[in-house]
Every structure is written in structure tokens, then in C-alpha cells.
């Protein structure tokens, strides 16, 4: 496998990571008159992105290479987290945003595999690009106004 791949996979495990964390801080922290709806919509999101994190680091092994597995590198792999939100509309908005730098992440990893040939990765990883895409379609569907 070529680094570009291994760099590819490992900076998809970091950037799960940190939309892991950033969802999971939203759905402790809001509040409002969708409270329950984005309560659980968070939970389920980041209980998604937390599985995630095992198949992606396990498919770098997988490669003979190590996954990155401290917090050090972990965080300098999620990339520039959001500024600090405080309402619901505007955690929503900054996950739109993750969500969809997360898709253009998954589509250029997507390549680097098939390009390496590893058609397990790029299908675990385009199972992930989907995932992401119906979360962006029904997140951005709760943001538009009747």
C-alpha cells in the first residue's frame, strides 16, 4: 500500500475522531425547544461515528501499518475543530459543515484505495460516505424553513 493511502485512512480515523467528540459535546450541551430532537439525533450520530473509529484504525493494521492511537495524534489528525456554539441552530450549522468536509475526505480516500487497490477499504469507506450523506440530507432538511 502506498503512504499517500495509509495517510489517507489515517487521517479519516482522525477526523472521525474529532466529529466524534465535537457531536458528543453538542449532545451534552443542548438545549432549547428542539432539545429531544437534536438530543437524540446528536446521540445517534455520535454513537455512529464512535463504531466507526474500530474498522477504520483495523483496516490500517490490516495495510502493516500502525494506526494512529494516541490522543496527541488523534487530535493533529481531526484537522481545526468549530468555534465554541451554544445554540442548537448553530450546532447543527457547524455538523452540516464536519459532515460534509468528512464526505470530501471519504471521496479523495475512496479513490487513494481503489488507486491502491484495496477494495475493502474503499468499500468500507464508501459505506461511511453514505452514512455521512444521509446525515447531511436530514440534517439540512430539519434547517429549512416551511
Known amino acids: 500500500m502506498t503512504n499517500s493511502h495509509i495517510d489517507s485512512m489515517s487521517r479519516i480515523l ?11 459535546g453538542y449532545h451534552w450541551n443542548v ?35 500502525y494506526a494512529p492511537g494516541s490522543l496527541t495524534e488523534l487530535v493533529a489528525l481531526a484537522g481545526d475543530g468549530p468555534a465554541p456554539v451554544h445554540s442548537a441552530t448553530e450546532m447543527m450549522d457547524a455538523l452540516i459543515v464536519a459532515h460534509d468536509a468528512m ?11 481503489q488507486e491502491a487497490g484495496d477494495e475493502p477499504s474503499a468499500g468500507m469507506l464508501t459505506d461511511r460516505l453514505e452514512w455521512h450523506e444521509q446525515q447531511l440530507w436530514m440534517m439540512k432538511a430539519s434547517r429549512k424553513q416551511a
Open 103 to 113: 464526505a470530501a475526505d471519504l471521496r479523495e480516500a475512496i479513490v487513494l484505495s
Open 14 to 24: 482522525g477526523r472521525t475522531f474529532g466529529l466524534y467528540v465535537q457531536t458528543h
Open 31 to 65: 438545549e432549547g425547544p428542539q432539545f429531544r430532537q437534536f438530543h437524540t439525533l446528536f446521540e445517534e450520530q455520535y454513537q455512529n461515528l464512535w463504531q466507526a473509529l474500530d474498522p477504520v484504525a483495523e483496516r490500517i493494521r490490516a495495510m502493516d501499518a
